[in-house]
Every structure is written in structure tokens, then in C-alpha cells.
């Protein structure tokens, strides 16, 4: 394939993609302030003609003046009908609450997130760039840094937690979604995945083995790391090209 061509291809499918998000289904979180009090409702509207059966994820990130970050997820599927709005959950908060907050709403149908939103409170403001960064998605939706988890064993949860920690020590702050999958294998083994959108980064056997899960999260932060580093180099390329 010529280096035009490709370029062009790459582009594409990075447009294709985006198209498909937040279009038959919407994710939107809203909210509401009666007096002191901040009400946050997550909703999802399937714009469709046809009963859908998909799966949410709310994860709240909370970060106090010390800079300690603190997460609390929810997760749950559920069905939807054809033009039908739903609310998925909701919360309160007090508008004197001096955290950084950040509320991300991710639709997954099967393993494919189709709909997402994101609601900050206490950001600090950034200056406007003078052109579209790469740590912002296609749609306009900043999602930076977003570690998911889709475990089913306590080995899957260990693994999760030294990678989290890894990810969030060395500061990677990727602009894409990544996350760490399990699936059954045979016998009673499972195998975990570390995957970044359809790319699977890494994968190993599961084991009850705190030693190999911690060995297995610094190989897969390596890898991580590597991913984005080449990903941004690749960006700057189209971009003088």
C-alpha cells in the first residue's frame, strides 16, 4: 500500500469509528442544583427501531487537595426498547464538595463501547489549543487516562488493581479507553487481556499468584506505555505529512 493511500486509510477508519458512537444509542449524564444540593442522573435513549440488550459501567474518579485519587464503579446490564429513554443511576453531591470529580458513562453492547459521556466538576480550566490535540477523541469527548475493568475472578481483580496502580503512578494518560478483559478458558483457567479499543496489548494465563500478577501488570505497562508513545509519533507523522 502506497504511503498516501495510507494515510488515507488510517483516517478512515479512525472517522468510521467515531461515527458509531453515540448515534442508535445516547449515553447523557444530567443534572440538577437545588440549593447546595448537585443531582446527577445517568440516562441512556436507544434511538433505534429495534429492543436492545446492552451493559453500562459508571465509574465516579475522585481527587481530594492531596492529589489522592479514589475510584468507585457500578456496573450492570439491562434492556432497552426501541425509542426508549432509560435511567441507568443517579447521586447527589454537595456544590461546596472542594474534590475534583469526574463521572464517565460508558454503553458497551457484547464488548464494544457504542455510547459514552463524561461530567467534571472542580476542573481546573485549560487554555483552548490552537488546533485539535491528540488527546482529544473524534467526537470532542476528553478521555484521558480511563482504566475499565471486565474481571470475573479474584486473580482478575489483583491483576487490575497493580495495573491501575502502575498506570496511574507512571502517569500515562492515554487519550483511548483501555482495558483489562477476562474470559474463561479451559478447566478452570482463565486468560487475561490487556486491550486498548480491538487491540489486544497483552494476555497471560490467570493465576492465584500475587508475585506473577504484579510481574504480568509491569510487562503490560511497558507495553501500554509503548503502544501510546507510537501512537503519538504516528499522529505527529500524518500530521507534517
Given at each position: ?20 458512537t ?40 475522585r ?67 490552537k ?5 482529544i ?29 502502575s ?6 494518560n ?11 478458558s ?15 496489548i497483552?494476555?497471560?494465563?490467570g493465576?492465584p ?33
Amino acid at each position: 500500500m502506497k504511503p498516501k493511500l495510507l494515510i488515507f486509510f488510517i483516517l478512515f477508519v479512525q472517522v468510521s469509528i467515531a461515527q458509531f458512537t453515540n448515534t442508535d444509542v445516547v449515553a447523557k449524564i444530567n443534572t440538577e442544583k437545588i440549593d447546595e444540593i448537585i443531582t446527577a442522573v445517568a440516562t441512556v435513549t436507544n434511538t433505534t427501531e429495534v429492543y436492545k440488550s446492552l451493559r453500562y459501567t459508571l465509574t465516579v474518579y475522585r481527587t481530594d487537595a492531596q492529589n489522592n485519587l479514589s475510584k468507585n464503579s457500578q456496573e450492570e446490564r439491562f434492556t432497552i426498547e426501541a425509542n426508549e429513554t432509560k435511567e441507568l443511576s443517579s447521586g447527589t453531591m454537595s456544590s461546596k464538595d472542594p474534590d475534583k470529580i469526574v463521572v464517565l458513562l460508558l454503553i458497551y453492547e457484547e464488548d464494544k463501547i457504542i455510547a459514552k459521556d463524561r461530567l467534571a466538576f472542580n476542573e481546573e480550566a485549560k487554555p483552548q489549543p490552537k488546533k485539535v490535540e491528540e488527546d482529544i477523541s473524534d467526537d470532542g469527548i476528553e478521555l484521558k487516562g480511563i482504566v475499565v475493568e471486565d474481571t470475573k475472578t479474584k486473580p482478575g481483580r489483583d491483576f487490575y488493581e497493580f495495573f491501575y496502580n502502575s498506570y496511574t503512578l507512571n502517569q500515562i494518560n492515554g487519550n483511548k479507553i483501555v482495558g483489562v478483559h477476562e474470559t474463561l478458558s479451559f478447566g478452570r483457567t482463565t486468560i487475561l487481556q490487556v486491550k486498548i479499543e480491538d487491540n489486544v496489548i497483552h494476555q497471560f494465563i490467570g493465576k492465584p499468584d500475587l508475585e506473577y500478577l504484579e510481574q504480568m501488570s509491569k510487562i503490560a505497562i511497558r507495553k501500554v506505555y509503548k503502544y501510546f508513545k507510537d501512537l503519538k509519533k504516528q499522529k505527529n507523522d500524518i500530521f507534517q505529512y
